[in-house]
T-cell receptor
Framework: DAMVIQNPRYQVTQFGKPVTLSCSQT?????MYWYQQKSSQAPKLLFH???????NEADTPDNFQSRRPNTSFCFLDIRSPGLGDAAMYLC????????????FGSGTRLTVV | TQLLEQSPQFLSIQEGENLTVYCNSS?????LQWYRQEPGEGPVLLVT?????EVKKLKRLTFQFGDARKDSSLHITAAQPGDTGLYLC???????????????FGRGTQLTVWP
């Protein structure tokens, strides 16, 4: 089945130690999104790639970066994780131009110690 | 600032009861989507409503998009324990002159259905 896969499912990192989260898709969608979801809060859009074009949300901290080396893969890099960055990170894909067909991965639960 | 406001935030009911969850905004969206999310998992799409006034039914779930495309509701008839979960509404917005849609979420309604 076509899907969005996030690795790892659970990640523990030390305060200030760079960490990378991975997302891959078999849907061949143009757009890949990263969301941050803290406990009891709405998923918050951090940024997205439309093909190779990177688009940052205005309030996304500089501590968060992203890379998309090809259509299938997208990475979320947190340069210096703080305790406040502990959250579920969700990757999603879409064709971009249609309102249908958003698909989410299962998420990566990040713990900062 | 939350673009989409959902209410209630928590809902705890007995099996067999009916319920309605509301999603409101001051912004117009090209579509609204409803998702269900289980603990430790990503959101799973339930339905997309596109046309103002549109009503969609999915078994015991009825979704409605407001005429002005600013609000939506989810009604569940005869709730069952299997309906327990976090229900999220999300709206698609496009910047002027752009065809790219971005999805913005409400905070969600945590529904618990007791046997």
């Amino acid at each position: 089945d076509a899907m969005v896969i996030q690795n790892p499912r659970y990640q523990v990192t030390q305060f200030g130690k760079p960490v990378t989260l991975s997302c891959s898709q078999t849907l061949n969608h143009n757009v890949m999104y990263w969301y941050q979801q803290k406990s009891s809060q709405a998923p918050k859009l951090l940024f997205h790639y439309y093909d190779k074009d990177f688009n940052n949300e205005a309030d996304t901290p500089d501590n968060f970066q992203s890379r998309r080396p090809n259509t299938s893969f997208c990475f979320l890099d947190i340069r210096s994780p703080g305790l406040g960055d502990a959250a579920m990170y969700l990757c999603a894909t879409s064709s971009g131009t249609r309102d249908y067909g958003y698909t989410f991965g299962s998420g990566t639960r990040l713990t900062v110690v | 600032t939350q673009l989409l406001e959902q209410s209630p935030q928590f809902l705890s009911i007995q099996e067999g009861e009916n319920l309605t969850v509301y999603c409101n905004s001051s912004s117009v969206f090209s579509s609204l989507q409803w998702y269900r999310q289980e603990p430790g998992e990503g959101p799973v799409l339930l339905v997309t409503v596109v046309t103002g006034g549109e009503v969609k039914k999915l078994k015991r779930l009825t979704f409605q998009f407001g005429d002005a495309r600013k609000d939506s509701s989810l009604h569940i008839t005869a709730a069952q324990p299997g309906d327990t979960g976090l229900y999220l509404c999300a709206g698609v917005r496009r910047d002027r002159g752009s065809t790219l849609g971005r999805l913005y979420f409400g905070r969600g309604t945590q529904l618990t259905v007791w046997p």
